[in-house]
């Protein structure tokens, strides 16, 4: 007997709303769900194979604790005991900075991922965290902290209204959008074309998004913030400049000309590739258009001048009076976001605040980059101890950072490694204890994150589709154990996680003066909430402090988690709407045009303008069908035009002697990898490019079908020492290598 359920999906940053067809426990079908108020219907193949993704069978069932080498299947109390006495030792032996915490893409894609790390991280009191932002959007997040004062403030285009959308480095009609929350992503570029709009790609490849576009500029790879440079040098060159209603939000405006004085698209042409007359005529358009939104994504993003490429983007759409106006780009407001306080200057946001221990790097928004993780672990110095515990959750840097060789070999050397992983991959194969999460349809899901990067104002909320199996354990109650063990205080009810946070959070509420229930009594407040579990109640409390909220009682017709449960297929909250001057948290309370730390790293853009490597250079590339290393291991979703190759121009494959299909060997700064070529002119000459996420060959995993099919680790191309230094994030666009055929030998890059 079938039955269905609703469940939001988690595969990508769209969200939509799916309906799944369960037969027993097992999901045998995923459709959209049309009622879904955002997704309206809409599915990709990723979600119509959710099926197959929650039921792969090489998913752990049982955690597995390390014995005398071998990781044996172990009991919930056994792989527990073995955490607290795996971490302790080590925190009180040698201080809180040796357990380094690691937290993976996949975090932002479930309610447990975002409900308990933080409080695991403050109650550790580490310094050594590392996510994958810093190998994708930490850019962004500096920007938005430097101009905003808030590095979660990312302003999304007005996918739905706008007349005019430029995209540079970014291609939804794969990735179906990201830092843009937008189910149908492409259905959208397809609807403002046919109500006459414009799209513009920015893109080495002619990827699907640009063969959609009225004009697709193939720029050199990394080159992304000279050629925006020099689009805002244009609009001050030509008059083009008018704000609007923002100018009394700004600061900084006026300095503006002078620091991008040098970046003329005569200046910036040869460095981009891109004729100065194309630079101005993307400028013109821009600042015709009756609205209009610059979008940056991973390949302007993970570029040296990732940060200024991201506050360019934004500082064109200020320039051009888009930012913040119906069709340009707006903010989000989540219904889960905190409850908006005045106008006015905030604390503003800091970088530096500490530094990693061996390459001195700055810490961006708490985090070290990922890129460092390596020689934090390997590598003694006289500033302090290294790395000796990892604390891995929902990650795989073996293949998604830099080097991913040193790093397996790093991780192979600690004292005391912990995985929360459904998988025994090329990372959690190294842990002293894997702790596996449910399949998605066990989980209860709601969107914490993406919500405050969505085109549309709306919330949902799906319970679990299936009931725990028994022996498993719910995710959110795995990272509140977790967070108990490491701190201290292992052997607690996990309850007391969620109850310290109701705590704090409403006890900070009721002194707010411009909260709903200032002066109320937080344990009156707390006794309130509603839900069937601790999660539940936190997503309870924080829909009736937010902005949408019923403030406990004091607005009725406001959300709560009854309201939100009363409506399965969610609440539309509705357009998004101009928000400034309310969400900037800078000193100054305006938007701060040109801040120190940018304005001090423009001299680094400057001097690229002069730059111009010879030789290829390399770039990624993202498939409908796979997101990070996370879904090789689906039949489903391999295969086909899903797979490694390396997309190599034929002009460039000539000059090789490199043939479609045969194996050719690439040289980075941080080894070699061999890959079948694709000779293809959806690459520039002088790019190739490879997908990352792949290089199951390693030993010791379980991954049966990926290690069929393993494809390379692009990663191991790179060093590690490749950085945008604001941010942090690695550099994996327009890296140069050496490309030869196997027979051939490669000379050493110079
Ligand atoms: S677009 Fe993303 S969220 Fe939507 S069905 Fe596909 S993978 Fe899931």
Not at 230 to 236: I, P, R, V
Not at 537 to 557: E, H, K
Request: proline share 9%; net charge negative.
């Amino acid at each position: 007997m079938s039955r269905t359920a609703l469940r939001i999906c988690p595969l990508c940053e769209a969200t939509c709303g799916l309906t799944l067809t369960i037969e027993g426990t097992e999901v045998t079908g995923a459709r959209g769900d049309r009622d879904d108020v955002f997704s309206k219907g809409f599915i990709c193949p990723k979600g119509a194979s959710f099926g197959a993704v929650d039921g792969d069978p090489d998913r752990l069932r049982t955690p597995l604790v390390r014995e005398d080498g071998e990781l044996r299947e172990a009991t919930w109390e056994e792989a527990f005991d073995a955490v607290a006495a795996g971490i302790r030792p080590v925190v009180e032996r040698y201080g809180p900075n040796s357990v380094g915490v690691v937290l993976g893409n996949p975090n932002v894609h479930t309610m447990a991922g975002a409900l308990y790390p933080p409080v695991l991280l403050a109650g550790l009191g580490t310094h050594s965290v590392f996510t994958a932002s810093t190998v994708d959007q930490m850019p962004k997040h500096v920007s938005s902290g430097l101009l905003y004062g808030d590095a979660l403030a990312i302003p999304v285009p007005d996918l739905d209204h706008t007349d005019h959308l430029l995209l540079i480095g970014a291609n939804p009609l794969e990735s179906n959008g990201s830092l843009c929350t937008a189910p149908d992503f492409p259905g959208k570029l397809k609807a403002l074309k046919a109500r006459g709009g414009t799209l513009t790609v920015i893109d080495p490849r002619r990827t699907r998004t640009a063969k959609l576009a009225d004009r697709h500029i193939a720029i050199r790879p990394g080159t992304d913030a000279l050629l925006l440079a020099a689009m805002a040098y244009t609009l001050f060159d030509e008059g083009l400049v008018d704000p609007g209603e923002l100018t009394p939000h700004l600061q900084g405006l006026d300095e503006l000309p002078d620091a991008v004085r040098d970046f003329t698209p005569e200046a910036a042409a040869d460095a981009c590739d891109v004729d100065a007359g194309a630079i101005r005529v993307l400028a013109r358009e821009l600042a015709a258009a009756p609205t209009a939104a610059v979008y940056g994504r991973i390949g302007s993003c993970t570029v040296p001048h990732g940060t200024l490429a991201s506050w360019l983007v934004d500082v064109l759409n200020v320039l051009t009076g888009n930012l913040d106006r119906p069709g340009g780009a707006l903010f989000p407001q989540a219904a889960t976001d905190k409850t908006p306080r005045p106008a006015g200057p905030g604390r503003g946001f800091a970088l530096g605040r500490w530094h990693s221990r061996v390459s001195e790097h700055p810490e961006a928004k708490g985090e070290l980059p990922l890129s460092a993780l390596a020689e934090e672990i390997d590598t003694a110095t006289e500033q302090g101890e290294p790395i000796r515990a990892v604390i891995a959750v929902a990650t795989n840097p073996v293949l998604s950072a830099p080097d991913g060789d040193r790093l397996d070999k790093a991780l192979g050397s600690l004292d005391f490694m912990v995985s929360v992983d459904p998988y025994l991959n090329e990372t959690s194969r190294h842990a002293h204890v894997v702790l596996p999460p449910p399949p998605p349809s066990q989980s209860p899901h709601h969107d914490f994150a993406f919500n405050a990067l969505a085109v549309r104002n709306q919330v949902r909320y799906t319970r679990p589709a299936v009931p725990l199996e028994p022996g498993r354990m719910a995710e959110t109650e795995i990272l509140a154990r977790l967070t108990l063990a490491a701190t201290g205080m292992h052997g607690a009810d996990p309850s007391a996680v969620d109850d310290l946070v109701i705590g704090q959070t409403l006890g900070k509420a009721v002194k707010e003066p411009h909260s709903p229930v200032h002066g109320q009594d937080p344990h009156e407040l707390a006794a309130r909430l509603t839900g069937v579990s601790g999660p539940e109640r936190r997503l309870d409390m924080m829909l009736r402090l937010g902005p949408y909220g019923d403030g406990f009682g004091v607005r009725p017709d406001g959300l709560s988690l009854e309201k939100l449960l009363a409506h399965p297929h969610g609440i539309d909250l509705g357009p998004l709407a101009s928000r400034l001057p309310q969400p900037l948290k800078t000193a100054s309370g305006k938007v701060e045009l040109l801040p120190r730390p940018l304005a001090d790293d423009l001299p680094r853009l400057r001097a690229a303008l002069r730059e111009r490597a010879d030789g290829l250079v390399l770039i990624g590339r993202r498939h409908l069908r796979s997101n990070n290393s996370w879904m090789h291991n689906v039949p489903a979703l391999t295969g086909g035009s899903n797979r490694c190759t390396l997309h190599i121009h034929p002009d460039d494959a000539e000059r090789l002697g490199v043939r479609d299909g045969a194996d050719v060997r690439l040289k980075g700064a941080g080894g070699e990898v061999t890959a079948p070529a694709e000779v293809t002119d959806v690459v520039r000459p002088g790019v190739v490019s490879l997908p990352h996420g792949w290089g199951h060959d390693r030993p010791g995993t379980r991954l049966g079908h990926a290690a069929a099919d393993p494809g390379v680790n692009v990663n191991q191309l790179l060093d590690g020492s490749l950085l945008d230094p604001l941010s942090g994030n690695a550099v994996l666009n327009g890296v140069p290598v050496e490309v030869a055929p196997v027979a051939e030998k490669i000379t050493p890059l110079t």
